[in-house]
């Protein structure tokens, strides 16, 4: 499995490159700038791409940028970006237009060697990854007391957070140590109170779950 690496910052990137390299990822390029990210890409088709959200040249939104020009050139280009801020507003813009083999993580998360590598695959393989942080804001906010949202319990906004993130159910069912009838019992209910309906397939599941979060963001 081929991965680029696009991060400015020298240290983080020679990590990123060193950690995907020990997982047996093969790291086809590394490169600093968002321009510099999408020639790569095209000229090596890589199975998945790891980018900072901000890089050269304006230090804005350059992977956001290169990842909507990837993905528009071939639909499903795997991008699971980094952010060091919480730009959730940007971020799920992106997913808006279809979260399948898209991910959003903040840097931090990278310490966390076995859910970091763990995100990457997943949206390697075509799911969606989105930081926990992300989701507890989007989910736990104060503004969606009074909605539907409001109406769910803790542990259905447990169950809906992990939903959001990727998760299946039994890794939902891992998580919160519950069965997996009974993650089946809570997403049922969820779909339910949010008026979404049931999508057979996680990719779709994910995709409902975060088209309703974006709307009330």
């Given amino acids: 499995m081929r991965v680029i690496v696009a991060e400015d910052g020298v240290l983080l990137r020679e990590g990123l490159v060193r950690i995907l390299s020990d997982d047996g990822w093969d790291v086809a390029a590394a490169v ?8 790569a890409a095209i000229r090596l088709d890589p199975d998945v791409i790891v980018t900072d959200v901000r890089m050269p040249p304006s230090h804005t939104d350059e992977g956001i940028a290169a990842a909507r020009q990837l993905r528009a050139r071939r639909a499903g280009t795997p991008v699971v970006l980094l952010s060091q801020h919480l ?3 940007r971020a799920l813009d992106l997913f808006q237009d279809d979260p399948d083999g898209l991910g959003y993580l903040l840097k931090d998360r990278v310490l966390d060697i076995d859910a970091f590598l763990q995100a990457v695959r997943r949206v390697a393989g075509g799911g969606s990854a989105v930081d926990p942080e992300v989701v ?6 104060g503004r969606h007391q009074n909605g539907p949202l409001g109406s769910l319990s803790q542990r259905e906004n447990e169950v809906l957070s992990l939903m959001a993130e990727g998760l299946s159910n039994s890794g939902i069912g891992e998580r919160l140590y519950l069965g997996l009838r009974t993650i089946e019992t809570h997403i049922a209910t969820i779909f339910t109170k949010l008026g979404l309906a049931i999508a057979p397939d996680e990719h779709r599941r ?12």
Avoid: Q
């Avoid at 507890?136 to 906010?141: F, K």
């Fill in 136 to 141: 507890r804001i989007l989910v736990g906010g």
């Fill in 32 to 39: 600093d700038s968002g321009p510099v990210l999408v020639e």
């Fill in 87 to 89: 730009e959730v507003a």
């Fill in 206 to 217: 994910v995709r409902a779950v975060l088209a309703y979060l974006n709307g009330k963001a």
